[in-house]
């Protein structure tokens, strides 16, 4: 819910942007909404509702490093793990959105 400016300061990263489509509770159903591959240098903007997104290094094997600015102090965040249809409940590429917490280490 807050705006976010990332960027790459080092090696190369994936970001995919998804669109929130429905919620129904703590189910979510997302729609991808684009893919870029992001070298040094490149920097992003996420601002709500649009803040929904995958970071991923794209070379496993070598460091990444990005550096984050919010629009406010961040204490928790919301996380999507992908519901099982085996486990009784709608699967159908639904997420189910849990709370993290956050904290700052010195």
Known sequence: GIW?????????MEVTRY?????????????????VR????SAGAL???????VLAN??????ALTLHIYGGEMDHCSA???VSASAGEPGGGR?????????YDA
């Open 47 to 53: 601002i709500p509702p649009f803040e929904y997104h």
């Open 38 to 41: 992001a070298g040094v240098g």
């Open 19 to 35: 669109e929130l489509a429905d919620a129904e509770g703590d189910l979510c159903r997302f729609i991808e909404r684009g893919h």
């Open 80 to 82: 999507f793990e992908p």
């Open 95 to 103: 997420f189910r959105r849990v709370e993290r917490s956050l904290s």
């Open 4 to 12: 976010c400016v990332e960027a790459v300061v080092e090696g190369e």
């Open 58 to 63: 794209a070379h496993p094997d070598q460091m």
